[in-house]
């Protein structure tokens, strides 16, 4: 079936420095790919998203491309900000409008000032 | 202007009780979802509706009971609470055809 498979961390850094958190996926087909982010006591907010191969998603400074050839969709930012300290969760949907949402298992961010 | 809320945000009840959990969404949605999110941070899909009508059970215990009374609201109703239950619960909404999910703030079901 379709999985996605992200780093889980914890990962701490300092402020300013660089981030990438990897993910990578198993579907057929082209599925729509997302980020999501959850900030400490919150829900899920849309981070970006792609729905095509080689589409590049991009918010807040954060990108991440679809990469149909290496099934990866990671996320990158050059510099993290205390304020990006949150759960990030990589996911996917199928291929044909699925109407599910198939998550990793999320990667806690600290960012120290 | 709330897109899509949840009630209640915190819910405490002991085992063996029944407990219902409410979702609207106003964003002119055909498509709402209940998630489960575990201690361990874990997201899954529970149930999915279309236009009041279920599409998705990921093999929920039918102690689940999802209620879509129309295409703005999806309730879930829990029979005979048991401690593994204990989570927190997301509702969301999209078009139809999958398009972008939009999460409510979740509800942190503590069964004691």
């Known amino acids: 079936g379709d999985s996605v498979t992200q780093m889980e961390g914890p990962v701490t850094l300092s402020e300013e420095a660089c981030l990438t958190i990897?993910?990578?996926?198993?579907?057929?087909?082209?599925?729509?790919l997302f980020w999501y982010v959850q900030y400490p006591g919150e829900g899920l907010q849309l981070l970006l998203k792609a729905t095509k191969a080689d589409d590049k998603g991009s918010n807040k400074g954060f990108e991440a491309t679809y990469r149909k050839e290496t099934t990866s969709f990671h996320l990158e930012k050059g510099s993290v900000q205390v304020s990006d300290s949150a759960v990030y969760f990589c996911a996917l949907t199928p291929q044909g409008g699925s109407e599910k949402l198939v998550f990793g298992k999320g990667m806690k961010l600290t960012v120290n000032p | 202007d709330t897109a899509v809320s949840q009630t209640p945000k915190y819910l405490v009840t002991q085992m063996g009780n029944d407990k219902s959990i409410k979702c609207e969404q106003n964003l002119g949605h055909d498509t709402m979802y209940w998630y489960k999110q575990d201690s361990k941070k874990f997201l899954k899909i529970m149930f999915s509706?279309?236009?009041?009508?279920?599409?998705i059970n990921e093999t929920v215990p039918n102690r689940f009971s999802p209620k879509s009374p129309d295409k703005a609201h999806l309730n879930l109703h829990i029979n005979s609470l048991e401690l593994g239950d204990s989570a927190v619960y997301f509702c969301?909404?999209?078009?139809?055809?999958?398009?972008?999910?939009?999460f409510g703030p979740g509800t942190r079901l503590t069964v004691l």
């Open positions: 509706y279309n236009n009041k009508e279920l599409i």
């Open positions: 969301a909404s999209s078009q139809v055809g999958g398009g972008t999910q939009y």
């Open positions: 990897n993910c990578t996926y198993t579907a057929t087909g082209y599925p729509s």
